[in-house]
């Protein structure tokens, strides 16, 4: 197997609220920027959003990054602070600053479209830009897809796309659940040492380690942010912030937990919704595999450090990487795309990251790893991605929440069988992918039905 993704890239640090509606389009705004470098003549820049991303993309925030994204901005850099200002600033002048120092008009009325009866071919998040010049004569236009979690790859053929595979042969080329089962019964190895060793493909192992422990730290500053953040979420719902109030309640009482031993559950939700609000409210959040599911790994990383003593360095480098393990599988063989399969390819693959992750962490074999991680999926199947007026709120935050309690439960299930079961995490996922590919366009990140149709938006 050649190799494209590393572990690393499921694990990217953004900008909610959304990896396939804000990270994606800003990086691929960007990316269109940077090659208008040589473009001479350029007056205007259109950019046209299709399918999922012109239906959802308000809600998502994805006018507001195909802006940023524009003027140089990347998701990982990009001073979150400073965004709503920088927002007003392009919309009040109609003027952009692209990277190389040009200032063109950019009107976003006329020059920012959501086609939202058209799609293109490839993806449901499909994108355009088009420059041009003072006459309208069309001089650079490029196609781009956001293809789920942050990723992108260009479309139109001849155009740029640095997402093509490479020729990287890893020592444990694993594409399938059965090939991990296999690879580590000849190795003698665990997902996350198999992992770790392909890792070494890209950077020195003391270099992935390290960004690891960057991705964990993320994770926890934005935990602690969730839980301190007053308020109320943007968007139309006026919904409160409720991780601030579950967070005092939790630590003002600390002896309620020695009649309830079930208050673990609430941390447990209690770190999920943290860094769901933060990612609904545009904060800093890492992908875990994607924005709208963020809340999931952290939250069960957490409960692993906390609970059972798991913090330290190598341990959480190894719960990552058992979890991008998983991940890679959902992402090469089905998808992490809320538009193209629904929620179970976001919830869900978090949750069966998570599972597969905490039971490695808590000294399950290979197969009890594999087991938690196929448990994790199949009480996702068939979830549907129905965000009520197109923000990544209700049921996105609370979904975190389950979704993280229902991993721990996978993992606890899965040790206590001996790794054999019936449904293989492999015929999960293509059953994962064929439920997705039959659900109606209006349950994949539309807003068109489910929740978002029969709870009113005030
Ligand atoms: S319902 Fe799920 S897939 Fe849809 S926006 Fe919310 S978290 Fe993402």
């Known amino acids: ?264 559950l609430d941390w447990v939700s209690l770190w999920a919704m943290a860094v769901a609000e933060e990612n609904a409210a545009g904060g800093r959040v890492v992908t875990a595999p994607t924005n709208g599911a963020a809340g999931i790994v952290p939250a069960v990383l957490h409960y692993f450090a906390r609970v059972h003593g798991g913090a330290d360095d190598d341990r959480i480098a190894r719960f990552l990487l058992t979890a991008a393990a998983f991940g890679l599988l959902y992402k090469r063989n089905a998808s992490i795309s809320g538009a193209e399969v629904g929620c179970q390819g976001e919830v869900g693959v978090a949750c069966s990251m998570a599972a597969g992750a905490l039971a490695e962490a808590l000294g399950g074999t290979v197969p009890q790893a594999e087991n938690a991680a196929e448990i994790g999926m199949e009480h996702n199947l068939g979830l549907t991605c129905d965000p009520i007026g197109g923000l990544v709120q209700v049921p996105c935050i609370e979904r975190n929440a389950m979704g993280s309690v229902k991993a721990i439960n996978a993992a606890r299930l899965a040790l206590r069988g001996d790794g054999t079961h019936r449904v293989s995490l492999d015929r999960v996922i293509a059953t994962m992918r064929q439920t997705g590919a039959d659900m109606s366009t209006k349950y994949k990140e539309t807003s068109r039905g489910g929740l978002a149709v029969n709870a009113i938006e005030c």
């Not at 830009?129 to 942050?150: I, N």
């Open 1 to 264: 197997m050649a190799a494209d993704i590393s572990a690393l890239d499921l694990f990217t640090i953004g900008i909610g609220p959304s990896s396939s509606h804000t990270v994606g389009p800003m990086r691929a705004a960007r990316r269109f920027s940077e090659q208008l470098a040589g473009v001479t003549a350029l007056a205007r820049i259109e950019a046209h959003l299709y399918g999922s991303l012109a239906l959802a993309g308000k809600g998502h925030g994805t006018d507001r990054a195909v802006l940023l994204g524009l003027a140089g901005e990347l998701p990982e850099s990009v001073d979150i602070d400073a965004v709503p200002a920088r927002i007003e600033r392009i919309r009040a002048t109609q003027r952009l600053h692209l990277p190389d120092g040009r200032e063109i008009a950019f009107d976003e009325r006329h020059d920012l479209s959501f086609h939202r009866t058209g799609s293109l071919p490839a993806h449901p998040n499909g994108m355009r830009f088009v420059a041009l010049d003072g006459k309208g004569t069309e001089l650079l236009a490029r196609t781009y897809y956001s293809v789920g979690g942050g990723f992108v790859v260009a479309g139109g053929k001849g155009e740029d796309d640095r997402t093509a595979p490479s020729s990287r042969a890893l020592p444990f080329p694993y594409a399938t659940g059965d090939d991990l089962l296999r690879m580590a019964r000849e190795s003698g190895l665990s997902v996350s040492e198999m992992t770790l060793r392909n890792e070494a493909s890209w950077r020195p192992e003391a270099e992935t380690r390290a960004r690891l422990l960057g991705v964990w730290r993320a994770m926890q500053a934005c935990v602690e942010r969730g839980c301190r953040s007053e308020g109320t979420l943007p968007g139309g719902l006026k919904l409160a912030r409720r991780a601030p109030h579950l967070f005092r309640e939790l630590t003002e009482r600390p002896e309620a937990a020695l009649s309830d031993p079930l208050t673990t």
